[in-house]
């Protein structure tokens, strides 16, 4: 087939004519574990899909599942995921009988990334110790986002829902992010995983329930906006780890938890250096007064009190738009410290193959593309020498883009990621 496949779903009129197609999503599965991922072809004008050109394909995968069957311990590494992408959608490709002329001129540089999951496990010594400092976020965001959230409509920036013991922790960042938090001690409801045998599984677990699992779902626009939305951006190691730094600190900056906040009531010596007026606000800030409602406020600006309690913050790290009842009980001194970039995950010899980590994922993507090349193997012997591309076929494919996904051999230098969506 020297033409690329796509499907559109068609609408029929009452005269038995079609009076609109849109494109239709394939849901495909992984040669490697048998998790699916979903392919949907992007055409210039989506709701003539029929007519219009095809520009290229949305690849929506869950790479560690296509991958190594599950995703319970892995690296961040983005660039990897690209490559997988490619390759898994050239099986799609090859599998619809594509000529593999066509399908190994789909490359790296006509891709971009529209939306990534990156995954961070922050280690504790056991799994109470996780569970504990993932009680910590949740109860850090609760004072510092959801005290000012107003409109009962809308969802607070800080959530969380319990089951079996465990909590996930949803930080909202409306038009931002919307990013997890929990302790992964077995797999999430409705999600894939495959493993060897019941002892493997219950080791993988055994090690991740140590661990707070922050996953940051990075979006398009902020990939763009911080050059990140090219997989060859990842490719670069030192560019890659700007990025995945940067949005680990994205978050640590909305929950407030970079300004280590206090939640001990300062000594006297140290309220005493506030000039006589805050320090008044502020010892009946602790009594329980709000301090918009203070005697010596009426009359006064908002930019008067924002100057306050901009002061009073700088000097004691205190936000006395925060009651003091939730301030000292749910800020907790110990998240500042504990919540830093981790260092890349280290995976344990004995379970390394069942992790999403460099090593296991070179080993199966050159497994991968062997199913590949036994796939387009066939249809290369069909006809010799291989025929070019039509004229049509060469004018389709220079309007393809393999959108969200990569490709390319140099993949020792990579930097990190665990799930890639688009």
Not at 8 to 22: A, D, L
Not at 105 to 121: F, N, P, R
Not at 235 to 257: P, S
Request: proline letters at 6%; hydrophobic letters at 35%; aromatic letters at 8%.
């Amino acid at each position: 087939m020297d033409t690329i496949p796509f499907d559109v779903e068609q609408s029929v009129n009452h005269h038995g004519e079609i009076s609109s197609s849109t494109p239709k999503s394939q849901w495909i599965k992984s040669a490697l574990t048998g998790a699916t991922f979903m392919v949907t072809p992007v055409f210039r004008n989506n709701k003539a899909a029929r007519k219009g050109e095809l520009l290229g394909y949305l690849i929506s995968i869950h790479i560690p599942a296509c991958v190594v069957g599950n995703n319970a311990l892995l690296q961040i590494l983005v660039y990897w995921c690209c490559v997988f992408a490619l390759e898994f959608l050239k099986m799609h490709l090859l599998q619809q009988g594509c000529s593999p002329v066509i399908v190994n001129q789909l490359d790296l540089e006509h891709s971009s990334i529209k939306g990534v999951a990156l995954t961070y496990l922050l280690d504790c010594k056991d799994q109470a110790e996780a569970n504990s400092f993932n009680s910590k976020i949740q109860q850090y965001g609760e004072a510092t986002l959801n005290t000012h959230h107003t409109n009962a409509k809308q969802k607070k920036p800080i959530s969380v829902i319990t089951s079996a013991g465990q909590s996930t922790v949803t930080i909202l960042k409306p038009r931002h992010f919307e990013d997890k938090s929990y302790v992964k001690v077995g797999p999430t409801p409705n999600s894939f995983e495959t493993f060897h045998s019941p002892a493997i599984r219950q080791a993988v677990y055994g090690e991740s329930c140590h661990k707070v699992r922050l996953e940051h779902n990075a979006e398009h626009k902020w990939l763009e906006a911080n050059g990140g939305d090219s997989p060859l951006a990842w490719k670069n190691k030192a560019k890659a780890a700007e990025l995945i730094a940067g949005a680990f600190q994205q978050i640590k900056d909305y929950l407030r938890v970079s300004e280590e906040l206090r939640s001990k009531r300062p000594k006297p010596d140290q309220i005493a250096k506030l000039p006589p007026a805050e320090q008044t606000i502020l010892l009946d800030y602790f009594a329980g007064v709000d301090p918009k409602q203070h005697p010596s406020m009426i009359g006064k600006s908002s930019q008067y009190f924002s100057s306050i309690k901009r002061h009073i913050e700088t000097e004691l790290r205190i936000d006395i738009t925060i009651p003091w009842a939730i301030h000292s009980t749910k800020i907790s001194p110990d998240l500042p410290n504990w919540m830093k970039l981790p260092d890349e995950y280290q995976a344990p010899n004995h379970l390394a193959a069942h992790c999403f980590v460099r090593e296991t994922a070179k080993a199966k993507l050159k497994q991968l593309r062997q199913i590949n090349a036994s796939l387009a193997a066939p249809k290369a012997l069909v006809a010799s020498p291989i025929p070019l591309p039509s004229a049509d076929a060469k004018k389709q494919l220079g309007q393809v883009k393999a959108f969200a996904h990569g490709t390319g051999d140099d993949v020792n230098e990579t930097s990190d990621i665990s799930d890639l969506f688009a």
